[in-house]
């Protein structure tokens, strides 16, 4: 017990130091917010919101500036943080989810070790889905295993991209990925033009975008990437079930894990451990 209480005593100097660093560092410097994808799109509304709010919850109460910084499915903006960022603690940033799988199969564009940033927190868990507008001949799994269907794409490293080339390459789906397209939102129109015939992406990102499509059943959603179902999409199977064996199971789950990464936030490597707390806190 005395020696316990030695220890607080000896310990409360320097915790109260740290905290008065910390507060004295954000006091006099704002925080930047680095979004991996342009505006309008799910990520970006999560983002701006959390920028909104997070500074109270920091000593020194910050301003926290966001910037759009697109590009090669968040890449871009990952491996500015990874190895260009201030590493003191006043960035922070959201990309793909599927970062650390990209890093592990060596994706190209890939500049950072996902382990070596510091991880504050998610907001919430994605799911993804693919969907086909109402006049494709291509609505369910089954029928893309026959024919091919074209999805509006964006970066190379994005889910949007990877989700469905990793369902071609495990159960023999035929979808054909139309590169260029900045955003999800500009994918999504260009589905609704017609000139893809579907989209991969969150299901959150349709519902904020695009609401009347489903009160007005425009779209048909064939599979839904996750380990369970999304209790909105109880008719649609997950992308696990989708195995034709364990083996097919097994590695569709590995990949949907990212799923449960969702919405991530992290700052660089060798941000003080002091702020890097105090950012996990808010």
Do not use: C
Request: hydrophobic share 40%; glycine share 8%.
């Amino acid at each position: 017990m005395q020696k316990t209480l030695i220890a607080a005593l000896l310990l409360a100097p320097s915790l109260a130091h740290a905290q008065a660093s910390v507060e004295a560092f954000y006091k006099s410097k704002p925080i930047d917010m680095h979004i991996g994808y342009p505006p309008g799109g799910s990520n970006d509304v999560y983002a701006r919101i959390l920028a909104q709010h997070m500074g109270k919850h920091i000593p020194g109460n910050p301003s926290i500036i966001v910037h759009n910084t697109p590009g090669a499915g968040s890449f871009v903006a990952v491996n500015q943080v990874f190895a260009v960022s201030p590493k003191d603690g006043s960035v922070i940033a959201i990309g793909a989810p599927t970062t650390a799988i990209d890093e592990k199969l060596g994706t190209q564009g890939v500049r950072f070790k996902t382990a070596q940033l510091n991880w504050i927190g998610r907001i919430n868990s994605l799911v993804n889905i693919v969907m086909t507008w109402k006049t494709s001949p291509v609505k369910t799994i089954a029928d893309a295993q026959q024919r091919e269907a074209t999805l509006a794409g964006t970066g190379a490293g994005s889910t949007v991209s990877i989700y469905p080339t990793v369902l071609n390459n495990v159960i023999g789906t035929k979808y054909k990925l139309v590169m260029g397209y900045r955003g999800s939102n500009e994918a999504m129109l260009a589905m609704e033009r017609g000139e893809t015939e579907g989209h991969s992406t969150s299901w959150e990102a349709v519902k904020a975008a695009n609401p009347r499509w489903i009160a007005e059943k425009s779209i048909n959603i064939s599979v839904q990437f996750a380990l369970k179902r999304h209790p909105e999409l109880a008719d649609v199977p997950t992308a696990v079930e989708l195995g034709r064996n364990d083996a097919e199971k097994q590695l569709l789950a590995a990949v949907m894990a990212a799923s449960e990464v969702g919405t991530a936030f992290f700052t660089t490597p060798g941000a003080p451990p002091e702020r890097v707390e105090a950012l996990r806190r808010a």
